[in-house]
Structures are given as C-alpha cells and as structure tokens.
C-alpha cells in the first residue's frame, strides 16, 4: 500500500532550500564569469575594482583553503573566493557599471532585487529555514536575469563581422606576420582566408580560426570591451591534438589570456585576448598560440585528462555553456524548476 505523503513528513533537509541553494549557486558563479570575463575585456588594471572593494587580496578563505593542500580545488584568483554581496559590489559601482549595464535590469531596480537576493542567498548559506516566499523572489529575479545571462554568452561565443574588419588593427598586424608566422597553417579571418605559405599551402597540418567578439559599447577606435577568439584544430592529416602539450606550450602567455577552452577533447582548443592590451602584443600572443597548436597537432597520442582538479579556473571544458552555447539553443540557460 502506497503512503500518501503528509506535511509532516520528514525531510532531512526542506525542498525549498534545496531548490534555493541550486539557484544561489548559478547565480554567483554566472555574476563571477561576467564580472571576469568583463573586467579583464575592458581594462588592463582588472584587479583595481576588486582591491578597492576588498580591502585585502586575497582573501583570508584563500589561504585557508590551499592550507588543505590534500583536498584543494584549482581556484587560484582572488575573484573566486569574494562573497556574493562582495561580486555585487564590484559590478555596481560607478567607475564599473558600464561594461555589466547590458546584461542587468535598470540599475536602481536591480539593486532593491539584490538587497532581497542577499537576504535568501544568506539564509541559505547559513542553513536557515528560508522564508515561504524565498523560492517564488529568486525564481522570479532569476527568470528576470535570463535574458542578460543569454545576451552575455552570446556576446562572449557568437563572433562580429564589424564593419570595420578589413581595417582591423590586430588583424591587418597577423596578416603583416604572415609570411614569417603562417608556416603549415591556415588562418580563418573575419574577412577571409590567410593560406599557409609555401608547401603546406594546399595541405595545412593545422586549420585555425580569428574571430571578433564586442561589447554593446564597441566602436572601431576603442579597444574596451573587444576580445579577440584564435582557434586551433588539426588539419588534413591523420593525427590528433594533444591538449595538454597545447596548454603546457602557452602557459607563458596565460596570464595575459581570458580562457583556455577545450571544444572537444583531443581536437580543438581556443583562447581569448582581451583587445586593451594593445595591437601588438595582441598579435603576437596570438601567433604564439597559432605556433603552438602546430606543435600540439603534430603529437601522436590525443590526451586531455579528465581530472578537472588538476587544471585552472580559467580553462573551459567542453561541456561548459560558454563552450556549447548557440542561438539555436531554445531551452533556459538557467535552471530554475
């Protein structure tokens, strides 16, 4: 016989957190990728914003949590370990605001939803019993942010066609380097094709591809908020990337990078530079990158790993919503039943 459930049915811990914390969790870590993602895209100082709200980089939790060395996770930023209240803080000052605008309700709506958000976010974290309207608040404030969470992952994965392209200063810079920069690889510009010089020009051992990606505040002559996309995949031959060898080869510039994604294992990887640095180097960490899938794609073994533990923050893996997303995607990005 069947026990129909009653109110007095114990429960080791409510639904209503359950569902709570699973929507906190989303919501912090989305507000932790744009502030990133954002700050490292439209200013060269990124960590200023931080250091002026937190008044000690980094924090305490940081040190404590390495201490653990035997069950450490990967986070070394400082970003990872500031508090929800400490994110908010950053992303809705004056001197910030501009780059995170597109992606939030006005700001003098958003900041009395936040003050509410703090509150349940709170309770759950402190393991309170939420209030009986903490569920239907945050659903309602999380189907809100949909839109903006959307409209980022589209800003941060759909690559531009300015209008502007042909004249691009990092991408007339690559094609300059060409000749010297291009060996056995073929480039997919926004405006075209760069072939591998000489030999390897009608079988390139390796097909990469630049791609722009803009702010809602782009215009051609400031770099803020542009990040340029450089992906790399095996060409025509029999063999496969080797990812770990990729991201052993880079790690000299990937303090100067945004992400290192992993599209598929063993395939294809890509990196994000952030524009502000400058024409230059921006090209130039580029070909770095391009010279070491070469390398990369030449290995006779595919190998990734899949101990997340032992790889950075910043490296995507492929089952990341920055690595998948498309517009073609219909379902929410932000699970909230």
């Known amino acids: 016989m069947t026990v129909e459930p009653t109110p007095w049915t114990y429960s080791p811990v409510p639904a209503a957190a359950e569902k709570l914390f699973r929507m906190c969790w989303q919501l912090e870590n989305w507000l932790r990728t744009i502030l990133y993602v954002e700050l490292r895209a439209g200013r060269t100082d990124w960590e200023t914003p931080i250091r002026s709200t937190v008044r000690s980089l980094p924090p305490s939790s940081l040190t404590n949590d390495k201490r653990l060395h035997h069950m450490a ?158 992906t790399v995949q095996r060409g025509n031959v029999d063999r496969h990337s080797n990812t770990v060898q990729l991201f052993n080869l880079t790690k000299q510039i990937h303090q100067d990078i945004v992400h290192f994604g992993i599209r598929s294992f063993g395939d294809e ?22 010279s070491a899938g070469l390398q990369a794609c030449c290995s006779d073994t595919p190998s990734i790993g899949t101990e997340r533990s032992r790889w950075p923050e910043y490296v995507l893996w492929p089952d990341h919503m920055l690595n998948i997303f498309s517009d073609d995607i219909q379902d929410a990005i932000l699970a909230i039943k």
């Not at 990887?269 to 391009?290: D, S």
Request: contains cysteine; glycine residues 4%; proline residues 7%.
């Open 269 to 290: 990887a890509w990196i994000t530079i952030p524009a502000v640095l400058g024409v230059e180097k921006t090209a130039t960490l580029a070909c770095t990158f391009l």
């Open 73 to 230: 996770t990967p986070h070394q930023a400082a970003l990872s370990y500031l508090t929800f209240g400490q994110l908010w803080d950053v992303i809705s000052t004056d001197d910030t605001w501009k780059l995170f605008e597109p992606y939030f309700p006005p700001k003098d709506n958003v900041q009395v939803k936040i003050a509410e958000v703090k509150a349940i976010r709170n309770r759950t974290a402190h393991f309170r019993e939420p209030h009986c309207r903490d569920v239907a608040r945050l659903e309602l404030f999380m189907s809100d942010l949909e839109h903006g969470i959307r409209k980022f992952c589209n800003r941060y994965t759909q690559e531009k066609t300015p209008a502007n392209a042909e004249r691009d200063p990092v991408v007339t810079t690559i094609k300059d380097m060409w000749e010297q920069e291009g060996y056995a690889i073929e480039l997919m510009l926004p405006i075209g094709w760069l072939y591998a010089p000489g030999y390897y020009r009608a079988r390139p051992l390796m097909n990469g591809r630049l791609a722009i990606l803009t702010h809602d505040n782009y215009s051609p002559d400031n770099p803020e908020g542009v990040l340029y996309r450089i």
